[in-house]
């Protein structure tokens, strides 16, 4: 019952969320664009109105009735109800105990299913003076379903008995839009299917009118006017009620108390003709369908003393033909045999129905027709749980695309002494965690507001695989791929897992070979379009995973939760491994305050939950705060409620990982150990906050680091609420420097030599962390740089979300006569977060600027604020974010920096001159802070959602190229919103710049370049075919852009440039064909990822990208699509193993390396040796890259680096 009450809560708290359209206010918007989340689910209330129902509530302060309670509960459910709700009512039991009402306790639909803010009064006049509905009150004219199926509930009695089976199975036939049964009868009769609820309409062909007791609840709506009277009555002195709907016997068989009843003459239909059909509430495909069934009792039937018991309830089955009163039969009209009821006639067992083994199949093979099938005891409910897992799992509706199944949600209301009712009700529902207990006023009211919707999840990656480089070969990768994987979820967990692969060589058969991801058994893992096949099996992983996130990977390697070397920096040890920085319930560091933040904004433990305020100061004292910490910390380290104990101790391992949604792993090579056995790590950072040390060999965590600043969001992820936007962590990219203090090509810890790993934050904060990793399972931090409200230094006040990678980089410190070259890291001063409001190109506060630190200390050698423009932001040019890499340049090769390029989210692009003091008369040598800030390109506008309101995230590629005998340099870069990769205001451009000043700087007055300073390359260039295609002269050519085909298309990765040309990837709002959205809001919004090879000068296409023999185009593409539901990340080069030119090993003279160029997940390589600039077959990538023409000879090599 524990999981019970806790699955209540949370769905309490998360149910207006859950029926709500999720709306992402980032890249993860791609995931919830969908309309399906607007198509409003079906939701049919079953509710219990029998004879129990008119007990009285236990504990409840107005001794209402459980009839009373659910009133007033389920008022006020409608009343708070989402509007993106469908919903309808059915109900059982509360008619009278006439001869010809005994079977109309089960009845059909009352009310259909129908858009819960719709107003009925249009709906129900057609049939205002003949159904057996109330009329809309109290005002007719706008009264909505929500208030009129409360007015439906209010107006019934309790009475009858408890028909839980028959009642579904009508249900079942609503649903599919099937014939109705139970509920067939002209619509005046109270068990009648209300005639919204279906087509063709039965017609009466004879009646009778008859006397019937209005007060016992006899009578139909067609009572003869002016025929009703009051008159004396004896009944029953002492009756004592022997079942649940109250029926029984009267004591002594005494008969004469006396009472005033109301007798009426009402119209009976002798005859019916017709056959109504449901009309099926299913119209979607991606609709969710819901039964939420209310019971306050067992599957029971009437009962007569002196029969034989047949349930152990003392309780008969319906349409019984009971002969021992006469000729009185439960099925008026002789209908008994039309119907061919669940149970067969008199006492013998119950029996399936034909109709009800056409839905379960043979139903002696489900068990439950059986003599001994009787769930929970209870043989008036046999097959209930078989109908409603069929009802789960079945397709309601074949014309829709995909399954309409039909998941059941149960109540049991005021059961608590009565275990085996409340266990019958549980094994009904079918819905995770469906099964809720109430037993008072708002428990009720709780457990129908726990309606959901179901959640779908897809595996995804927006990081690239991560290559291993070969060690024994420093120009060759090995065959290792990384892959980090995702599912999607509205929830704050999103399951993350990286898993292991290689590379394979596989012949064409035409003397070319090409390489695919392969997994375990060599069997390849991934289809053409970089999607996992079901059979494929990662390298850590135990049995097939194929695109389940959870399974397989590092995620299954996991540790034991205590034997987890977990890890934060809440102590001045700078120490991980230190007792103080130790991420356990004994570490006293871990004060309540630093896990849990406060949620009032009050002192005083009374407005948190659990009764904890972290504010006070018996907080780390205070149990109630005690033991949500030590739940925190249980949850961190992988531990969770085990569900199948009764020990609300007890708890079961958490194998996941948190998402890498562009985190992106990075591997460390420790080379050997004494016994020689290879050490290599590869480092994964997750949004769940940890960087996980992994194993490569069996990927096992060896040790995981959580900053401080994320331990707050360890509460977030236990408790998994539905949320609007991701919660993040370490999101930023990775960074290793191998410090080699005497340059003597080892990394020795003896010699001072270090290890570093430099990342940010990213969307996870404003913060960047240097760990020493030159142990393998001793990390120490270096340094950390954040912006906090008490930082010191005006310069860190700049950074926003640091999602610019640190770059290393060396940088000469000091003056003429005294200098000192410097290893640093440069880095953007981040992303200004208010760039996610859709609002144009708009001033940034945060993050307009560059940033240099010293590697080793942290100490901040120069910023482009600070340094060049006195820290005043009002004189600094750059009014945007910088939230990309910076491209560091050494131009006269004396080993230090001395240029950077970059971009902002303003559209333009920067040029920094660092050594411009070298060139001015002041005697200074070093002097950066007149280093010389050039706008080089001005390619967005200012304005509110114009077309041209181009932003640029990331980092611009430089290449210096050759063309008719003159060095020109290249600027690669293209734009796209990031944080809206959905937005389709803007027409987004990939440019390549040419810079003018390749050597020099900039001349004084130097104007940015613009959009009509550069050509077309789709329609500017001429030529009487591609191979002669040539760009107008070197003295006017500026550059180009390139437009692209599809609506909403944009760069939201870095350029590579490569042999003369630039490999870059789009994301856009089109499928594969390039098609948009579809009308129908369950087709989900399609979107698709592609990889572009163009030439660098011109723009135009170089390669056979599909590898297809088209004619007319000599086979080249400008692009190929690369994958589908993913925004990819960079290409990537990868160069083999070098070889002969047969394959075996390179000998003198005779040594090439092929080199291919791979995207995402794609099964085969964009470039490799098999596809061609020229046509089919022939070249290759540039043809190969032969290793004697360009490298000097090796003469030997040693591979033992630590010794």
């Not at 008119?54 to 007033?72: A, C, H, Y």
């Not at 990977?553 to 809440?570: F, I």
């Not at 958490?654 to 792993?665: E, T, V, Y």
């Not at 390029?901 to 001159?913: H, L, Q």
Request: negative net charge.
């Amino acid at each position: 019952m524990k999981k019970l009450r806790c699955s209540l809560r949370w769905l309490l708290l998360t149910a207006p969320l859950l029926f709500a359209t999720v709306l992402m206010a980032d890249e993860t918007e791609i995931y919830f664009a969908d309309k399906s989340g607007e198509v409003a689910p079906n939701v049919l209330f079953v509710i219990d109105a029998s004879g129990s129902m008119s007990q009285v509530v236990t504990g409840d302060t107005s001794s209402r009735t459980r009839l009373q309670v659910l009133k007033d509960s389920f008022q006020e459910v409608m009343n708070t109800a989402p509007a993106n709700l469908n919903v309808g009512l059915m109900h059982y039991a509360n008619h009278g105990l006439g001869n010809d009402y005994w079977w109309s306790s089960i009845k059909g639909v009352n009310f259909p299913i129908s858009p819960i803010d719709t107003v009925v009064q249009p709906l129900l006049e057609p049939y205002e003076n003949s159904d057996n509905l109330p009329n809309p009150a109290p005002a007719p004219a706008s009264t909505a379903v929500r208030s009129f199926l409360a007015s439906i509930v209010n107006s019934w009695d309790a009475n009858g008995y408890t028909p839980i089976v028959d009642s579904l199975y009508e249900a079942a036939r609503y649903f599919r839009g099937e014939s109705v049964e139970w509920g067939m009868d002209l619509p005046s009769i109270g068990w009648a299917a209300h005639p919204l609820t279906y087509d063709n309409a039965p017609n009466c062909t004879a009646s009778r009118t008859e006397e019937c007791v209005k007060s016992w609840g006899q009578c139909n709506t067609n009572i003869v006017k002016d025929s009703c009277n009051s008159t004396s009555h004896n009944q029953c002195c002492n009756w004592i009620t022997t079942g649940g709907d109250g029926s029984g016997y009267c004591k002594d068989e005494d008969y004469t108390c006396a009472t005033t009843i109301e007798k009426c003459q009402h119209i009976v239909c002798e005859a019916v003709e017709g056959a109504p059909v449901y009309q099926s509430p299913i119209q979607y495909s991606c609709q969710a369908n819901y039964l939420v069934l209310m019971s306050d009792g067992k599957p029971e039937y009437p009962y007569f003393p002196g029969l034989k018991d047949i349930d152990g309830t003392h309780y008969y089955p319906p349409s019984v033909k009971n002969l021992a009163i006469g000729d009185f039969k439960l099925m008026p009209f002789g209908w008994d045999a039309y119907f061919n009821p669940l149970i067969a006639t008199n006492n013998s067992q119950i029996k399936v129905a034909p109709r009800l083994q056409d839905y379960l199949g043979t139903a002696a093979a489900k068990g439950c027709d059986t003599a001994t099938a009787a769930p929970q005891g209870f043989n008036s409910g046999r097959c209930g749980p078989e109908l409603t897992r069929w009802l789960a799992d079945t397709d309601h509706n074949t014309t829709l695309e995909g399954k309409q199944g039909v998941e059941t949600y149960t109540v049991a209301f005021a059961l608590a002494d009565e275990p085996k009712g409340t266990a019958y009700l549980k094994d009904l529902a079918t819905k995770d965690d469906g099964a809720f207990t109430a037993d008072n006023a708002d428990e009720l009211a709780g457990a129908f507001k726990a309606i959901l919707s179901s959640i779908s999840k897809s595996a995804s990656s927006f990081s690239s695989p991560t290559y291993a480089i070969d060690t024994s070969n420093m120009l060759a990768h090995s065959d290792e791929v990384y892959i980090p994987m995702f599912a999607r979820s509205t929830t704050a967990i999103w399951p993350g897992n990286l898993k292991k692969f290689k590379r394979k060589l596989f012949d064409n058969g035409d003397g070319t070979k090409t390489s695919k991801i392969v997994g375990y058994n060599d069997e390849v893992a991934v289809n053409a379009k970089g999607e996992f096949l079901d059979t494929s099996r990662d390298l850590w992983g135990g049995v097939a995973s194929g695109s389940d996130v959870k399974s397989g990977g590092a995620a299954s390697q996991l540790p034991v939760p205590d034997d987890r070397n977990l890890y934060t920096d809440v102590s001045t040890d700078s120490n991980l491994t230190a007792a103080g920085n130790a991420l356990k319930g004994s570490n006293t560091n871990l004060s309540v305050a630093s896990i849990y933040q406060d949620n009032d904004g009050n002192n005083g433990h009374g407005d948190n939950p659990n009764g904890c305020d972290p504010d006070n100061l018996d907080a780390d004292t205070r149990s109630e705060c005690t033991v949500l910490k030590t739940q925190l910390i249980n949850f961190a380290r992988g531990k969770i409620d085990d569900p199948a104990s009764a020990d609300p101790t007890a708890t079961i391992p958490r194998q996941q990982m948190g998402d890498m949604l562009n985190s992106k792993p990075l591997i460390v090579d420790y080379g050997k150990d004494a016994s020689g056995n290879k050490i290599e790590r590869i480092f994964a950072a997750t949004n769940e906050g940890f960087l996980h040390s992994i194993d490569t060999e069996d990927g096992k965590e060896q040790w995981a680091f959580m900053p401080k600043s994320l331990l707050p969001n360890i509460k977030t992820f236990m408790e998994n609420l539905p949320t609007k936007d991701h919660v993040y962590g370490i999101d930023g990219p990775l960074t290793l420097w191998n410090y080699d203090k005497n340059s003597d090509g080892q990394i020795k810890a003896a010699d001072g030599d270090k290890r570093i790993l430099f990342f940010g934050l990213r969307r996870g904060g404003k913060a960047y962390y240097a760990l020493d990793i030159t142990s393998p399972d001793s990390p120490v931090i270096l340094w950390k740089k954040e912006n906090t409200l008490t930082v010191d230094d005006n310069a860190w006040k700049e950074l926003g979300e640091t999602w610019s990678k640190p770059t290393l980089a060396k940088m000469r410190i000091g003056s003429a006569t005294s200098n000192k070259v410097h290893d640093v890291v440069v880095f953007g001063a981040g992303y200004d977060a208010s760039k996610d409001a859709e609002t144009g190109r708009q001033p940034d506060q945060l993050g307009r600027d560059v940033m240099i630190v010293d590697a080793l200390s942290g100490e901040l050698h120069w910023s482009l604020q600070r340094d060049v423009y006195g820290g005043n932001p009002d004189s600094n040019p750059i009014k945007h974010s910088i939230p990309g890499d910076i491209r560091v340049l050494d131009m006269d090769r004396n080993g230090t920096l001395d240029r950077l390029y970059f971009a902002d989210t303003g559209g333009n692009v920067w040029r920094v001159d660092m050594d411009h003091d070298l060139r001015d008369s002041d005697p200074d040598m070093y002097d950066y802070g007149d280093a010389i800030l050039t706008k080089i390109a001005d390619l967005g506008t200012n304005g509110d959602h114009g077309t041209d309101t181009r932003k640029f995230f990331y980092e611009p590629d430089t290449a210096l190229i050759q063309h008719n005998g003159k060095v020109h340099m290249t600027i690669a870069l293209g734009s796209g919103y990031r944080t809206h990769p959905l937005n389709t205001h803007t027409e987004d451009r990939f440019y390549v710049l040419m810079e003018p000043n390749v050597y020099n700087e900039p001349p004084p007055g130097f104007t940015a370049l613009t959009n009509a300073d550069l050509v077309n390359a789709r329609t500017g260039f001429t030529g009487v075919n591609d191979n002669l295609l040539t760009p107008p002269a070197d003295t006017v050519y500026k550059g180009w852009y390139y437009d692209f085909t599809h609506t909403g298309e944009k760069v939201l990765a870095p350029a590579i440039t490569f042999l003369n040309k630039v490999v870059f990837t789009t994301f856009a709002p089109v499928d594969d064909a390039g098609q948009g959205p579809s009308d129908d809001p369950c087709k989900v919004p399609p979107n698709s990822a592609r990889a572009y090879v163009l030439d660098l000068f011109t723009g135009k296409a170089v390669a056979n990208l599909d590898r297809n023999a088209e004619t007319g185009t000599g086979g080249k593409d400008d692009f190929v699509v690369a994958g589908v539901n993913e925004i990819l990340d960079a290409a990537k080069i990868i160069f083999r193993m070098p070889s002969a030119a047969d394959g075996g090993d390179c000998a003198a003279g005779d040594c090439q390396q092929t080199v291919e160029i791979r995207v995402g997940k794609l099964e085969m390589p964009v470039l490799d040796a098999s596809n061609d600039e020229q046509g089919i077959g022939v070249g290759g990538v540039a043809g190969s890259v032969d290793l004697t023409d360009i490298l000097p000879r090796m003469f030997w090599l040693d591979h033992n680096v630590i010794d």
